[in-house]
């Protein structure tokens, strides 16, 4: 942190060419609780770059407990700053402290230079985004959310306020000043003050009891956030969860958390948001913890090469989502073999353990299993190179649905590690047969994707395909 010696003229709001260290004021932007936001440039500079946003966190008036916590606050924003770069997270480029003893608003504030975003995810659910827009991004708050918590952070302040969006329609996680480092034995929580919004609280937060470092925080309670916040990106902005204030809807996240009420969605939101929306909201701490960032990416992923490979409905994901999913083991891929035992006319499918050698599709998510309709949404998919990550270019075309059974003639057990949604991890593969007809002859189908164990020799170690 640098201190800043340059001159003002001593009113408010900051008037345009207020210099803070190499920073100038150019408009004012917006308030919070704790900041005052500008827009602003590097002096001198004239590239797209040099324009920035400078968030002013000023102690006047605080007491002294009070101005410890919005400089804890600074100080935590540029810690996970330097520590935590990504590109789905906002940027910080500099933290000043200016220096302005006439000017007791200003004297001894914390300017944190940060990244200029265009619109926050507020006014995006405000304008009511289509679907698309609406998955593209959810996808980017769970990339900046796995990066975040690979990197032993919790984010701890989750909401539409504070995901801003880019001038190129791309979303970043801002505003870390709750943010908690994860300090377990095992990196798997941390403590926090017990601050935060109402409406994206977990239920188990309001039990939690106050310890000398504070609450227990851990990586679930973004998940849960998120969870609202997908419902909210298809319901016009509604909480699931019904009341005319934050702390009426909070207790009625506590009564469905406590098996009193079901939880409710709004029609608006379709079928795969809702299933992904349901699972964030799991009312326990420990049934979230089955679904992170990373396995939620991947299902969403899953889900564009699907809606891809099929024709339907198209949206894109960054391609950086995409290969964040597949470095962190990603989903699934795959085609489809014909013998979908539900399907309607069609013979009754053999069993896997009828028939040595074959691999009965298993699809994790229950909405999925109980489907006979074989909608894009739980089509899952085949690799076309099982040491390459699970991107859509290397996905097959043709897909697979829960219960077809798919002829397998090897296993090879060091291919690219695959997680599943439940959280099953493995490495093995199966190559499988693909119909007559189809572009390849054979391609491969992750082990977590089918519960059979058939006795299959290894197969060749595959060449690498460019
Ligand atoms: N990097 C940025 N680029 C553009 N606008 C920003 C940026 N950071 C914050 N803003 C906007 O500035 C306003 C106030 O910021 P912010 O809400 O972060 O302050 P805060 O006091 O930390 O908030 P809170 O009350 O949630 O703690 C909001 O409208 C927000 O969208």
Same mark, same amino acid.
């Given at each position: ?23 100038e ?24 770059? /040099? ?42 480029l ?5 220096? %302005? ?6 004297d001894?504030?914390?300017?944190l @230079? +940060? ?5 926050? +995810?507020?006014?995006?659910? /405000? ?5 698309? &827009? ?22 701890? /302040? ?8 880019? $001038? /190129? ?11 908690? &480092? ?9 403590? $926090? ?17 106050l310890?000398?470092?504070g @609450?227990? @925080?851990r ?38 958390? !406590? ?5 409710? +969605? ?26 992170t960032?990373?396995? #939620? ?13 099929t024709?339907? *409905? ?8 995409l +290969? ?9 891929a795959? =085609?489809?073999?014909?013998?979908? !035992?539900? %399907? ?7 069993t ?5 050698g ?10 999925c ?15 076309? !190179? ?14 697979? =649905? ?6 397998a ?6 291919? @690219?590690?695959?997680v599943?949604? $439940?959280?099953? =991890?493995?490495?093995? =593969?199966?190559?499988?047969? #693909?119909?007559?007809?189809?572009? *390849? ?10 519960k ?15």
């Open positions: 942190m640098r201190r800043d010696t340059s001159g003002g003229d001593g009113t408010e709001p900051l008037p345009p060419g207020y210099r803070i260290g190499d920073w004021v150019t408009t004012p932007i917006g308030a919070g609780g704790w900041a005052t936001v500008y827009a602003g440039r590097r002096v001198g500079g004239g590239s797209q770059e /040099d324009d920035v946003a400078l968030k002013i966190l000023s102690t006047e008036g605080l007491a002294p407990r009070q101005a410890r916590k919005v400089a804890d606050t600074a100080r935590r924003e540029a810690e996970l700053g330097r520590r935590a770069r990504h590109p789905r997270l906002i940027r910080i500099d933290s000043v402290v200016i220096s %302005e003893p006439d000017r007791p608003f200003l001894g504030a914390i300017v @230079v +940060m990244e200029r975003a265009a619109r926050s +995810m507020r006014d995006l659910i /405000d304008a009511g985004p289509t679907e698309a &827009e609406g998955a593209r991004l959810i996808a980017d708050v769970c990339e900046g959310l796995a990066h975040l918590h690979r990197t032993g952070w919790v984010h701890g /302040d989750l909401k539409p306020d504070n995901v801003l969006l880019m $001038a /190129d329609g791309s979303a970043k996680l801002a505003d870390f000043g709750l943010a908690t &480092e994860l300090t377990g034995t095992r990196g798997t929580h941390g403590y $926090a003050l017990p601050m935060g919004t109402f409406d994206y609280l977990p239920p188990e937060r309001w039990k939690a009891p310890g000398e470092h @609450v227990q @925080v990586p679930s309670t973004d998940i849960w956030a998120l969870g609202i916040m997908i419902h909210q990106v298809f319901a016009a902005g509604a909480s699931p969860f019904p009341g005319a204030t934050p702390v009426s809807r909070a207790a009625a996240a506590q009564e469905y958390a !406590d098996g009193r009420a079901p939880l409710r +969605m709004d029609n608006a939101v379709p079928p795969f948001w809702r299933a992904l929306a349901a699972d964030c909201l799991a009312p326990t701490h420990t049934a979230r913890a089955a679904h960032a990373e396995t #939620l990416l991947a299902r969403i992923t899953d889900r564009q090469v699907a809606t891809r490979s024709g339907g *409905r198209r949206w894109r994901l960054p391609r950086v989502a +290969m964040a999913a597949a470095v962190c083991g990603a989903a699934v795959s =085609w489809s073999y014909a013998t979908h !035992d539900s %399907e309607a006319g069609a013979p009754a499918a053999p896997a353990a009828e028939t040595p074959r691999v009965r599709v298993f699809n994790t998510e229950q909405a299993k109980e489907r006979t309709d074989r909608i894009p949404d739980c089509s899952l998919g085949l690799a076309v !190179d099982p040491l390459r990550p699970y991107t859509v270019d290397n996905v097959v075309p043709t897909r697979v =649905w829960h219960g077809d059974v798919l002829a003639d090897c296993q090879f057990s060091q291919g @690219v590690p695959i599943d949604e $439940a959280g099953t =991890w493995s490495a093995q =593969w199966f190559r499988v047969r #693909l119909p007559r007809g189809s572009a *390849r002859p054979t391609a491969w189908l992750p082990a977590v994707r089918t059979d164990r058939p006795a299959l020799p290894p197969c060749p170690r595959p060449t690498p395909l460019r």
